[in-house]
């Protein structure tokens, strides 16, 4: 994926950064990736590490921590526990259909996680379609697939846009509602 990465005229990433909150949440799938069962690659693609310009229009450390204060104190300290605790499940003895979509039961959580992060990714690729619609490019977008609803959406009804190809590579997956 680099590769194909690297041959776009502009990268745009997720990477939320070195955000200790981030980290705990994240502990889930670095713990699971031990557990060859359930197939899991880990990722390696840095922003910071292609060769094409990288535009990484994610949260930042402030971003996340002021979204995170708008959850719920009882749904952070349960997805504080639950996230490695997750982990530690699935490196042992997981099963893919273990993974719970937080959307349904933390709607606040799930606004941070997605929502928000959705809204910077799409307004990124607008903004680049506003300045260089009229010049030929190629994009390549590095962010999770269920973000990509959200990009399709809106520069669809935005813009008119079609998706002509597109190429999907798992990174990580656990249970059908995380990746199409």
């Not at 909150?21 to 713990?31: F, K």
């Not at 699971?32 to 840095?46: E, H, P």
């Not at 990484?56 to 995170?68: H, V």
């Not at 709607?107 to 619609?133: M, Q, T, Y």
Request: charged fraction near 25%; glycine fraction near 10%; hydrophobic fraction near 40%.
């Amino acid at each position: 994926m680099r590769r194909q990465a690297n041959a776009c005229d502009v990268v745009v990433a997720d990477g939320v950064g070195d955000v200790k909150p981030v980290s705990r949440l994240t502990a889930s799938y670095r713990l699971a990736v031990r557990n060859n069962r359930l197939g899991l690659v880990v990722q390696d693609l840095k922003a910071d590490t292609f060769i094409a310009p990288t535009v990484r229009p994610d949260l930042d450390g402030p971003g996340f921590s002021e979204g995170r204060r708008r959850v719920p104190l009882g749904d952070r300290l349960m997805i504080s526990v639950l996230a490695p605790t997750l982990g530690v499940f699935l490196t042992v003895d997981g099963e893919e259909d273990s993974w719970v979509e937080p959307a349904e039961t933390m709607p606040e959580f799930d606004g941070l996680i997605n929502g928000s992060r959705d809204k910077l990714l799409v307004d990124a690729l607008a903004g680049r379609h506003e300045r260089r619609h009229h010049e030929p490019g190629t994009v390549g977008v590095v962010y999770g697939a269920e973000h990509l609803h959200a990009v399709v959406r809106e520069l669809r009804a935005r813009f008119g846009y079609v998706v002509r190809d597109a190429e999907y590579v798992t990174v990580f997956a656990l249970g059908s509602s995380l990746v199409d």
